[in-house]
């Protein structure tokens, strides 16, 4: 169940074998969706030492919003349909951001 104060959660994935480049394309569709269930943003990482591994957060100011995306009928449906790509159970877990930065770059004018 999710705090309900919201947070970050991490939603830890691991392909089934061959499946990573297919996994990681099914998790970048739907990572997105959680913008429209209230995530404030959202990232989707996948290792560099093991290339099945995959850390997928969302932000979200409220830990309901998350349920409805996480129980919503778009992740209903990747569940179903990539049900065998990828190591069951999936966990998430909350997290407290403590500190974040970021340069703000300027654009390369040509």
């Given amino acids: 169940m ?61 830990g309901g919003d998350f349920d409805r995306y996480w129980y919503g009928p778009e992740f209903s449906r990747f569940r179903t349909r990539y049900a065998s790509w990828y190591q069951v159970p999936i966990l998430h877990y909350w997290n407290d951001q403590v500190v974040a930065g970021a340069l703000d770059l300027e654009p390369v004018s040509e």
Wanted: glycine share 12%; no cysteine.
């Fill in 2 to 62: 999710a705090k309900t104060g919201g947070g970050v959660v991490f939603i830890p994935w691991y392909a089934t074998g061959f499946r990573a480049d297919g996994l990681a394309e099914a998790l970048a569709g739907i990572a997105p969706v959680a913008l429209r269930y209230g995530a404030t943003d959202y990232a989707l990482y996948r290792s560099r030492d093991d290339l099945y591994k995959f850390m997928q957060t969302a932000t979200f100011e409220a």
